[in-house]
Nanobody
Framework: QEQLAESGGGLVQAGGSLRLSCAAS????????MGWFRQAPGKEREFVAATSWTGKSTYYADSAKGRFTISRDNAKYTIYLQMDSLKPEDTAVYYCAADSGFRDLIASDLGEIEVWGQGTLVTVSS
């Protein structure tokens, strides 16, 4: 069974950067696609970025393109989300997710995603 633990959230000024981490455990992790979602106050959860289990394929939401970078280190069973040029509208709880199907993540098929982390709060001030 996969278990995910996010870290790296916090308060940052607009234009700054944060790097989120998500540590995974479980024997199936090697074959799982991984991704990040976020949920802002009063909003529904939305897709941010995803990577295949090999790390060779990535996919980004329009809001993340050019500013965010997803990566994974399978030796450490960890994925990362490097967030640059942060804006106040990036303020949200960020959730790590894992699924055996890359397509489930990039399609934002929330009902099919198998494992969720507990979330880490990112607050971007003006």
């Amino acid at each position: 069974q996969e278990q995910l633990a996010e870290s790296g959230g916090g308060l940052v000024q607009a234009g700054g950067s944060l790097r989120l981490s998500c540590a995974a455990s479980g024997r199936t992790f090697e074959y799982y696609a991984m991704g990040w979602f976020r949920q802002a106050p009063g909003k529904e959860r939305e897709f941010v970025a995803a990577t295949s289990w090999t790390g060779k394929s990535t996919y980004y939401a329009d809001s993340a393109k050019g500013r965010f970078t997803i990566s994974r280190d399978n030796a450490k069973y960890t994925i990362y989300l490097q967030m640059d040029s942060l804006k106040p509208e990036d303020t949200a709880v960020y959730y790590c997710a894992a699924d055996s199907g890359f397509r489930d993540l990039i399609a934002s098929d929330l009902g099919e995603i198998e494992v969720w982390g507990q979330g880490t709060l990112v607050t971007v001030s003006s």
